[in-house]
T-cell receptor, first 113, second 115 residues
Framework: AQSVTQLDSQVPVFEEAPVELRCNYSSSVSVYLFWYVQYPNQGLQLLLK??????LVKGINGFEAEFNKSQTSFHLRKPSVHISDTAEYFCAVSEGSNYKLTFGKGTLLTVNP | KAGVTQTPRYLIKTRGQQVTLSCSPISGHRSVSWYQQTPGQGLQFLFEYFSETQRNKGNFPGRFSGRQFSNSRSEMNVSTLELGDSALYLC??????????????FGPGTRLTVL
């Protein structure tokens, strides 16, 4: 069965600092990996996804993530964060033809001035 | 294109009642999935419908059920509500594909409070 672990429940950073949100997954088959963001009182918005090919994936709002198969990781990074990036970030995985997304517990990113 | 819409946005019910939530997918999307989000359990998959058929189901009791109509709109029903059913219920739709690689587009959710 697939599972996702987000190693940090909360990450506080200062504005314009770099940030990395960590995600590890477990699966017995090939997977598709996603990062979603949730702003207060809203649904989830896709930041980026890894399907195949290049292990470095670029997404919206300046975010990028790197797929590492040997370490079963898919960490999200941004070189310089803004106040508006304050939100909860979810890593998710799906397998094959299965539409079921398995989510991590989420990481609350708080950007302070 | 309009996004995924969910109605109502907020609901308050009492234990033992039942509730029906509605989801309208993005035009042209035929797959609709439902998720429950709680502070303790996080985001959990409930079920997924495609062309009016349930294709996948999560580990929830039979009190949770759903259906999909010919226009791809979906409803979710919870019977005999319990306090623990208080949650944000999210609906997501996907393009007419057949793979987990397809992006799921989420609605704003329905916040259900059970008293």
């Amino acid at each position: 069965a697939q599972s996702v672990t987000q190693l940090d429940s909360q990450v506080p950073v200062f504005e314009e600092a770099p940030v990395e949100l960590r995600c590890n997954y477990s699966s017995s088959v090939s997977v598709y990996l996603f990062w979603y963001v949730q702003y207060p009182n809203q649904g989830l918005q896709l930041l980026l996804k890894y399907l195949s090919g290049s292990t470095l994936v670029k997404g919206i709002n300046g975010f990028e993530a790197e797929f590492n198969k040997s370490q079963t990781s898919f960490h999200l990074r941004k070189p310089s964060v803004h106040i508006s990036d304050t939100a909860e970030y979810f890593c998710a995985v799906s397998e094959g033809s299965n539409y079921k997304l398995t989510f991590g517990k989420g990481t609350l990113l708080t950007v302070n001035p | 294109k309009a996004g995924v819409t969910q109605t109502p946005r907020y609901l308050i019910k009492t234990r033992g009642q039942q509730v029906t939530l509605s989801c309208s997918p993005i035009s042209g999307h035929r797959s609709v999935s439902w998720y429950q989000q709680t502070p303790g359990q996080g985001l959990q998959f409930l079920f997924e419908y495609f062309s009016e058929t349930q294709r996948n189901k999560g580990n929830f009791p039979g009190r949770f059920s759903g259906r999909q109509f010919s226009n791809s709109r979906s409803e979710m029903n919870v019977s005999t509500l319990e306090l623990g059913d208080s949650a944000l219920y999210l609906c997501a739709s996907s393009p007419p594909g057949t793979s987990g690689r397809d992006t799921q587009y989420f609605g704003p959710g329905t916040r259900l409070t059970v008293l």
